[in-house]
């Protein structure tokens, strides 16, 4: 009782000294006032065990082809999940110590990483992470005492024991979390040979696509692009030192990934503009581009012509084009240097759809081939653009809030922003973005929770009937995800 | 029950087999909490029959000078609205299909464009528009069942039957509605014979009031600008060819407004900055554009100008000045060139205030003769700087939530984003900005309703009396638009 | 009765035919629904009587130097506290009639002003202006009628006769309030005598601490500049005609202040942008800009050069840097001309912290010696770019809700936007940022009914335990602004 943190978290252990117990609650994040919380109860228990449709993620789908168990806690839980170590680093603990940017940890060094979340966790209070850590923990990992200093031991060795047992391998988990579809995303070049393992394999019965993404091809400023047209030039087998080859390898590509299950692309650039350009001016460009001699400008009116190009692709093949603009990624010059990229170090900046998506939505927005998805961390453009947009464009739909807004109040306010103006429909249903498999299922729980307190607010004030609620919490969950995906 | 739209949509039907009620709930819009809405409850009733003032709007002064029978029930409640129309054609429905852009439809296509509504029913759930269609067709139109698609002979058989009755007229709605006052929006060079038919005709005891909305002579860009101002001095009887000419011209016709009954001007372009150039550079850059050769800057920088004449104008005349800035008309280029414009396909954009409006409100803020009302699209700019603003100068009243944002939740946000900061004096009420004559009512009832249920938290809360509540609801329904627009 | 005002509060006034009671409830603020208020009374009570942090503020250190009583309720309570003065001018009352720019007012001039704020109390109604004041009022000054036309001689006699007590000398209300510490801001070039005169003091036992606000030093182009570096290099003793004396004398005073208690630093510019230049570069535009001969855009690099210069001297002697950007001083001419600046004529305009960080977070954002709060007028960064931000860098705190976002829903709102991302751990705690001395428990008042409401929901919720609350609400309210602030 010596230290202020003793004393301010001495009362923190149960009456009988024993650590607290992670008891996630059965009611957790619906709403507080009683005859509301009955019609979320209701309404929850209507969606809660409905397949998990995954149009977007990150989980590698090795993992499936392989089927291997996972290695450690830490390698699993900690290291590859930004949410969970970004929130250690400002807390001041080095992303080394998580094992970020290293090797395979040792046993001492992997246990010693899973015990500073462990005695960080009052850090999460109050974050989505926490919800997400919980559940995974309570649920998935049959841990049930809370995490800190004094249980990161315990805790390490529970999970341990659990991921060496047969149900907790990644194609079992698929099938206990109740999958019906899980998107991959993937380099246009990636040859898709874990999807097609799958494919190939009479055992396996669930569903993984691939998502097409081709950002490092379309930002011609960085540093690896010659390498990277030069290589989907290899892949595709056409020569990409001139536009036309460019867009026929891209054309290539989209057919192969399509072959192979995919229904939508993926785009994440600085901004949402698309334009074309000259057939003339986009081609003597792409030829500076390649020579290396292109002017920041010239770089992004070529980046944009190159997305509008997606975007008349997919009004051609039907592949659904999904953005998520606007970050600015490895925001801290040292930590890009020592750990590398998606380490918890990229920053939302402002962004802007109406003027932006103009040229595309002038030429493809009524278009029945064309879908599009618009993603955003930049929550003013909610009521101001991606609601009215997508309450006129049969084409767009608006995503789920994506990344930072990823949580129970960041999910309500969306809903309360875009359902005024553009009602249930034009929604795209929720999705993970994750690379940390185990979480998925506490990820789509929290959503579904989520739509289940804000219709049952509706229903509570006469705005909503109960059945029409009960059909909207249903489409949230399994139809608007396929519609918008096209899956 | 062999599809999916008839499995999801089989329930909603009465348990007899019957269609459903179309009933809305008296406590609709308040709060669930059951103390709170009690007291949202006694605060609604205290204002639902006072009179509806309102100072913005759509409606034309024909309907009630000629106060003729409404002729089908399709080119009364679907076509005009562009709110109803947008949503459908976000689900793929054709505009014209629903009348848009056409004369008028038969009955066979009038029947077909109501069912097409109908059919969609689900489409609105969650939306404004819902509110104000269930409150139009049961508390005006006297339907009792919901639209659906196998109701929607029967409800447009009732609305067809009701509107052919002499109470179904628009002068008697106007008695019916309450309505105390209801401003039109008009051309200056309108001659605005249907105000004056109504000022002379002893049997009419209502208000009718134009406002004088001078953009198309403000955009000097536009390709119809020359026209229009050659058709402004023809009215005004003035040379427009020069700048003297087009600001006389303009102070005629607003004085000719001001004749006939005007209170305010209505100002929309891209943004809200209006600032005064020297008058040698403002009269040559006025000769270049009557000789089509000012470039795009000049243009926006003489449209500054002209918008800032006609604040100047306002402060000397007193007509009240209301922005309505920042939106992309047209975004849709293929329906503006099929459809023409108003239809749905206009979409917001981000605004600013804080330095846009520095040089009127330096030049007229504290002028007691100067008003000015400023509505947005953007919520951003509530807290950051319309209620800054509001609170400090006497001019200036912060309009109720607009287009997007006359919502339930969005005019509750505007209410908590504001009231903190500038108190309920300097809110202008609500305006229900229609051209949806029969959802008059709908929309003024949901504005008492959110207005009721924001006090009654206050008073639930401690942070206002009962008594104080009572006389802040009767404020903002009648007297603060009075005020605002100097009715 | 003859009146619309006394018509509509007529009804104002007790059963009895009494002034009303000012008795602010004790569950003010807190939720409605029963549980909730329960858990959030509960949470409210174990914070209530902790010290009062004060970590930034305006009150003079005069004040506590000399301990004189207050002069008279005018100059004490309505001239120099803009929240206040801003609403009634708004109104239409001009500032001078509130005592605005004069001197002291006579007896009856400052009835008279007393009685203007009486009058108009309605215009508060809703606004966070109101809690301040009643509980003031009430909690300090021991009115207990309502003011009012009817009541405001009685008032203004009841303060005066209390402020001429001993009780109410500015010491003693120290102790009463349970100040802990308390922050003034000061101008580099201040000898801090007041502050040497109370460490001096043996009867004295608080804590009064500068801050070093250096913006008049840093802006170059202000006409008063040159003036200010001649000033800053004669208290230094060093001659700031290079920007290499620049750059000492703000080293030396940094060190003065440092010595006298100080613990940060404050920066208030128009954007938050801090970019160094090359050395050569920054000695240069300095030289241009003592000759008086800076372009605007030179100003402003340089501006951003000095700023950067602050932050690498935190992040060498450990003050910490805080952030007040984003504000139009001085929006109105005419004020300022007549009667200065900081009588509430200041908009805020919106603010980008991503890219104008990154600079400073590039250099310093992990160096554990460099300390940075950044607060906020614009509510659009709150989920967007602080709190990424802040679950990143360990150096970055998000001040509370600043100036026009410091009230009850607008701190909510911060709560809900920020937590999700970036849990409680990164928040600086309330900061009251007042010159109205005595409003200074009735605003930690707010912020810890308001932080209890808001946790009261999470427990509610199931998305918090209790006893974890509570150590949330004591470390918001004691630990977290002590360490945001090096206390």
Chains 1, 2, 3 share one sequence.
Do not use: K
Not at 188 to 205: G, I, K, N, Q, V
């Amino acid at each position: 009782m010596a230290t202020t943190t003793a004393q301010t978290t001495a009362h923190l252990v149960t009456p009988t000294g024993g650590p607290r117990r992670l008891r996630p609650h059965p009611d957790r994040l619906l709403p507080a006032d009683p005859a509301t919380r009955a019609v979320a109860r209701e309404l929850y228990d209507g969606i809660r065990d409905l397949p998990i449709v995954s149009p977007h993620g990150h989980v590698p789908a090795a993992w499936l082809a392989e089927d291997a168990a996972f290695r450690d806690p830490t390698s699993l839980l900690v290291t590859p999940d930004h949410y969970v170590t970004r929130l250690m680093h400002a807390q001041g603990v080095p992303l080394d110590r998580l094992g970020v940017g290293r090797g395979p940890l040792s046993e001492a060094e992997s246990r010693e990483a899973f015990r500073l979340l462990c005695a960080g966790w009052r850090t999460y209070r109050g974050t989505a992470v926490r919800h997400w850590l919980e559940h995974t923990l309570a649920h998935v990992l049959d841990v049930d005492v809370e995490p800190s200093a004094a249980t990161a031991d315990a805790v390490y060795d529970q999970v341990a024991d659990r991921i060496a047992a047969p149900d907790l391998r990644p194609r079992a988990l698929y099938d206990r979390f109740g999958l019906s579809v899980l998107a991959t995303t993937d380099d246009p070049t990636d040859d898709l040979r874990h999807h097609r393992a799958l494919a190939a394999d009479p055992s396996w019965r669930g569903r993984v696509v691939p998502t097409f993404r081709p950002d490092a091809y379309v930002e011609v400023r960085r540093s690896d692009w010659p390498d990277a047209v030069t290589r989907l030039g290899a892949v595709a087998d056409v020569d990409t030192a001139t536009y036309a080859g460019w867009i026929a390898a891209m054309e290539a590509r989209r057919s192969y990934f399509q072959e192979h299950g995919a229904t939508s692309t993926d785009h994440s650039h600085r901004d949402a503009r698309a334009e074309p350009l000259e057939r003339s001016v986009a081609e003597r460009l792409y030829a500076r581009a390649v020579a290396g001699a292109v002017t920041p400008d010239e770089a992004d009116a070529l980046r944009r012509d190159l997305l509008f190009q997606m975007a008349r692709m997919a009004s051609e093949d039907g592949l659904v084009m999904t953005l998520h603009p606007a970050v600015a990624r490895d925001h801290h010059p040292g930590t890009r240097d020592r750990y590398g990229a998606d380490v918890g170090a990229d920053i939302p900046v402002g962004v802007e759809f109406t003027d932006a998506l103009r040229p595309v939505l002038g030429a493809f927005g009524t278009n029945p081939r064309f879908q599009l998805v618009v993603f955003t961390i930049d929550e003013t453009v909610y009521s101001r653009e991606l609601a009215p947009l997508a309450g006129f464009y049969p084409s767009l739909y608006v995503g789920a809030p994506w990344w930072f807004l990823d949580a129970p109040e960041a999910m309500t306010r969306f809903r309360s922003a875009v359902t005024e103006t553009t009602g249930f429909t034009r929604t795209a249903g929720f999705v993970d973005d994750t690379r940390a498999f185990l979480s998925i299922p506490a990820r789509h729980d929290t959503a579904r929770r989520v739509d289940a307190a804000y219709l049952a607010r509706l229903v509570a004030e006469h705005r909503l009937d109960l059945d029409e609620a009960h059909e909207v919490a249903h489409d949230l969950t399994v139809v608007n995800p396929r519609e918008a995906f096209r899956l």
